[in-house]
């Protein structure tokens, strides 16, 4: 009897330590926000709307670098200066190069959009732009949606002060949002829930 208390206890044991060994591995992954790639030239670029004019401002660089002819702004909101029209042609992008995604309300929703308008509009290829600390659930969003038909290349934007996540004042709250909503996303919660980006 006492040898099978101590083997239950042992497995106990046993199955808390590696309980604790996942969530300290999810806790220091959480701070890895170093996803991005080298740009390529592409059909379009994708600019996910949100954050601050550090995503707009990548999008126009890779744009007169000369990687792509069009922009997707996803979603366009007049509302919000760094997502609009008026400050993409600020940046110098014609208005004839920027496609207009209108419907988006979330990462998962930027990704099912803007692929539906790659594949009307014939498009093969995109770089996708977002802030450093959101790649990492745009890339889950986009690669789980895309399901290999397009050629997908993520370029990270910082900040309109040229900041990394982490240098950020209120970095612990990008951090905290951040960590929850990627693993809403990692368990597939964004069929349920819209959970809208800041």
């Known amino acids: 009897m006492k040898k099978r208390e101590a083997v239950k206890l042992r497995l106990l044991v046993i199955g808390l330590c590696i ?5 300290v591995t999810a806790i220091i992954e959480s701070f890895d926000h170093s996803m991005t790639e080298a740009p390529v030239p592409a059909d379009v670029i994708i ?7 550090g995503r707009l401002e990548k999008a126009a ?8 002819e069009q922009v997707m702004i996803s979603p366009i909101n007049s509302e919000y200066y760094s997502q609009s029209m008026e400050f993409a ?3 110098g992008i014609p208005e004839d190069a920027v496609i ?6 979330s990462t998962y929703t930027n990704a099912v959009l803007t692929l539906e308008m790659m594949e009307e509009l014939n498009f ?22 895309n399901a290999g038909r397009f050629e997908l290349t993520y370029v990270a934007a910082l900040s309109e002060n040229g900041e990394k996540w982490h240098e950020r004042s ?6 905290a949002k951040e960590f929850y909503k990627i693993w809403g996303y990692r368990l597939g919660l964004y069929k349920v829930l819209d959970l809208p980006d800041d």
């Not at 309980?19 to 969530?23: A, E, S, T």
């Not at 207009?100 to 309300?105: I, L, N, P």
């Open 47 to 53: 600019m996910l709307g949100g954050d601050d004019r």
């Open 124 to 145: 093969e290829s995109a770089l996708v732009v977002t802030s450093d600390f959101h790649m990492k659930r745009s890339m889950l969003s986009f690669e789980r949606v």
């Open 100 to 105: 207009e995604e209108t419907e988006a309300t």
């Open 19 to 23: 309980l604790l060994l996942l969530f």
């Open 170 to 175: 209120y970095a612990r709250l990008l951090w």
């Open 89 to 91: 042609i600020a940046l």
């Open 61 to 68: 660089e890779l744009y007169h670098a000369g990687f792509a």
